[in-house]
């Protein structure tokens, strides 16, 4: 079993900025996927931004060149640094983990708000 634990959620207004961390505890294996999902108001879950434990990286379009997945696997933390926020980024941000064989686990979500 793996929990994941999100914080960094809030209110911002157009153009700033936020980070979300999501720190994992639990059994966690060397070869994984650290992933941020969002679900907007009356959309389907979307994938934000994947990090493997081999440091690749990827990103929806919606985000690319704003949006920063990092990751500190001695803390067992990912993170989302998000600059240049917009109104359509407003949604409940979910940290997910997926080991190599499929296995997935989600956390509980934040609430990022952006708006004047």
């Known amino acids: 079993q793996v929990q994941l634990v999100e914080s960094g959620g809030g209110l911002v207004q157009p153009g700033g900025a936020l980070r979300l961390s999501c720190a994992a505890s639990?059994?966690?294996?060397?070869?994984?996927?650290m992933n941020w999902y969002r679900q907007g108001p009356g959309k389907q879950r979307e994938l934000v931004a994947q990090?493997?434990?081999?440091?690749?990286?990827n990103y929806a379009d919606s985000v690319k060149g704003r949006f920063t997945i990092s990751r500190d696997n001695a803390k067992r933390t990912v993170y989302l640094q998000m600059n240049s926020l917009k109104p359509e980024d407003t949604a409940v941000y979910y940290c997910?983990?997926?080991?190599?064989?499929?296995?997935?686990?989600w956390g509980q979500g934040t609430q990022v708000t952006v708006s004047s």
């Open positions: 990090s493997s434990s081999g440091d690749s990286t």
């Open positions: 997910n983990y997926c080991t190599g064989y499929g296995a997935c686990y």
């Open positions: 639990g059994s966690i294996f060397s070869k994984n996927y």
